[in-house]
Nanobody, 128 residues
Framework: EVQLVESGGGLVQPGGSLRLSCTAS????????MSWRRQAPGKGIEWVSG???????AYADSVKGRFTISRDNAKSTVYLIMNSLKPEDTAVYYC??????????????????????WGQGTQVIVSS
């Protein structure tokens, strides 16, 4: 059974930082690309960042330079370090496993809209 479990969300002031974690099980994590997506109140799902199996990162323009994605294959965990947080970063953040066949076909992480599995999400609130 595939499981993706996020943690690390919370309430932070503007300009602050948080580190989100997503621990995976039930599939070969080291061979898999992973993504973070978010959904702000009243808005649609937005792709935030992703990391390929070789460690190559990708970021949405809205977070580039502020967020850093990384992975620890020994722990089957992907991290999202979020710095210089803004109120508009407030959202539920989801870890997701992109559809494998799309990755194999060379579709970039930022263009993928099909995911095999999602986590339950972790809430991030940026407010003073």
């Amino acid at each position: 059974e595939v499981q993706l479990v996020e943690s690390g969300g919370g309430l932070v002031q503007p300009g602050g930082s948080l580190r989100l974690s997503c621990t995976a099980s039930g599939f070969t994590f080291s061979d898999s690309a992973m993504s973070w997506r978010r959904q702000a109140p009243g808005k649609g799902i937005e792709w935030v960042s992703g990391i390929y199996s070789d460690g190559t990162p990708a970021y949405a323009d809205s977070v580039k330079g502020r967020f850093t994605i990384s992975r620890d294959n020994a722990k089957s965990t992907v991290y999202l370090i979020m710095n210089s947080l803004k109120p508009e970063d407030t959202a539920v953040y989801y870890c997701a496993l992109p559809h494998t066949n799309l990755i194999r076909a060379g579709v970039s992480l930022e263009k993928i809209n099909t995911y095999d599995y999602w986590g339950q999400g972790t809430q991030v609130i940026v407010s003073s």
